[in-house]
Structures are given as structure tokens and as C-alpha cells.
Nanobody, 122 residues
């Protein structure tokens, strides 16, 4: 069983930056995609970015141009660099893994971390 742990969240002012980390431990056969999602109370988990084993990257419209997802497969780690943060980016951010091609759909992910809070003040 694989375990995912996020870190790097915090409180920043609008326009600031944060770098989130997702570290995987434990047995795993590997995943096709690792993704970042975010969620606020009462709302569905929202796709932010994903990265494939071939280092292909995908972004939501809101993340495009501001966020960058990257990975270090040797370290079983995935990162999300978030720049030009906006108050609407405030959420709990989760990383997950999926062996399916629907990388933007949270329901396709079989492993999740516990989440990390990101708060952006105006």
C-alpha cells in the first residue's frame, strides 16, 4: 500500500507563492498520473494539475500560467509551485494517484494524501 503525504502549505498574501510537496512511501506498482486537487467545505474536489510518468503535464484553466507541477520519480515526489496566488486559490490541497487516464476526475484516483491547507489573503 502506498501512502501520500503533502507538505508546504501555509498563509500568504495575494500575489505570493507557495510550493507544495507530495511524498509517496510504501509499496506501489506505480501510477499513470499524480494529480493535485483542491477542496473547500461543501464543494466538490477540484482538479488543479496532473503529471504523467512521461512528465507530461496538465492544468486547469485557473492554474494555467501560474502553477507548475513537476516530479522527481527517484524520490517518489511530486511538487506544485504556485505563483501569483489569489484569494480564490484558498483551499485544502490534496495529491492523489491514479492508474487511469481520467486525470482530471477525482473519482478516478485510488490513493490520496491527508491534505494541506493553503490560505491566500487579499
Amino acid at each position: 500500500q502506498v501512502h501520500l503525504v503533502e507538505s508546504g502549505g501555509g498563509l500568504v498574501q495575494a500575489g505570493g507563492s507557495l510550493r507544495l510537496s507530495c511524498k509517496a512511501t510504501g509499496r506501489s506498482g506505480g501510477s499513470v498520473f499524480t494529480g493535485w486537487f483542491r477542496q473547500n467545505p461543501g464543494k466538490e474536489r477540484e482538479f488543479v494539475a496532473a503529471i504523467g510518468r512521461d512528465d507530461s503535464t496538465y492544468y486547469s484553466d485557473s492554474a494555467q500560467g501560474r502553477f507548475t507541477i513537476s516530479s522527481d520519480f527517484a524520490e517518489n515526489a511530486v511538487y506544485l509551485q504556485m505563483n501569483s496566488l489569489k484569494p480564490e486559490d484558498t483551499a485544502v490541497y490534496y495529491c492523489g494517484q491514479t492508474n487511469y487516464g481520467l486525470f482530471s476526475d477525482w473519482k478516478s484516483y485510488h490513493e490520496w494524501g491527508q491534505g494541506v491547507q493553503v490560505a491566500v489573503s487579499s
